[in-house]
């Protein structure tokens, strides 16, 4: 049976590991690790600030801030986020929320 075209990643990715246990958790991680990283490099850029300039304000390193501003990076510390929130004179929001 021939395939269906896609060029959709991530079913190309599927047809290659199919139900692979862990795998949509792994995507779903991934995801979220991209999307912390993105909300950090938005807030800063929209506050005008320098990595060092949010390093400086957070107490931290700009590698730091490098990192955590990277999409791969998995190392995401609610303390490390809440000064960086507080830096940018915002506030940090955890939500629970149902699968």
Do not use: C, W
């Not at 991530?10 to 995801?31: H, W, Y």
């Not at 800063?44 to 957070?58: E, K, S, Y």
């Amino acid at each position: 049976m021939p395939r269906k075209k896609t060029r959709n990643a991530l079913e190309l990715i599927a047809r290659d590991v199919g139900d692979e246990p862990g795998f949509r958790a792994r995507v779903e991680e991934e995801k979220f690790n991209a999307q912390v990283a993105r909300m950090i490099l938005d807030a800063r850029t929209a506050a005008g600030l320098t990595q060092q300039a949010l390093a400086d304000l957070a107490g931290t390193t700009q590698p730091v801030i490098a990192r955590l501003e990277h999409a791969d990076y998995e190392g995401h510390s609610l303390s490390m986020l809440r000064r960086i929130a507080k830096a940018l004179n915002r506030h940090l929001e955890v939500r629970l929320v149902a699968d």
